[in-house]
């Protein structure tokens, strides 16, 4: 008795079906690591964006002793602002989530009469992105929940912990991004 195999050319419906979702898998995990790395970048940007800005404006109205006058088209004409920070040729500040007009605001806060602190406002923040923001430079600024385009009164009531400051951004520290808020910065 002789055995007659024949070979089987091509693959069978369930082989492709394993190799379809195989890709789906890896395509999947490349885009989520690449999200989270763009996100990563946009959070880094903006952290050393505060502190550069914060930096300027110290070393601007170092002489005057107050913050009087202070505003974003101040800022913008310091020239010394990062291109990626300005709308257009404009003197509008924008961040990584933002470039709309007034994305950025700066200015005094007049709450003795005098002007010896300020505030830089990032507005239409993603939950997600305002959470890493705060936990990255929590121990540099103080930070208040504030309404955007709204000038804070004084930097009394800032948060005094990480997690009232996350909080304050309507989410957890893996909070996600379904809310959009604004954080107002202080230099301490």
Known sequence: MQLNFKRQAGATLIEIIMVVALMAIITIGALTYYNSASQSSKVQDVVTTLTSLTSMIRNQFASQGNYTGLDEQVVASFGNVPKTMRVDDTTELKHPWSSAANAILIGPINGAGTATEFFIQLGDL???????????????????????????????????????????????????????????????
């Open 126 to 188: 993603p939950t997600r992105a305002c959470t890493d923001i705060v936990t990255k430079t929590f121990k540099s600024f103080g930070v208040l929940k504030g309404t955007s385009g709204t000038a804070p009164a004084s930097s009394a009531g800032t948060y005094t912990t990480i997690a009232a400051a996350v909080a304050g951004c309507g989410g957890n520290v893996s909070g996600a991004d379904s809310t959009i808020v604004t954080m107002n910065f202080f230099s301490k």
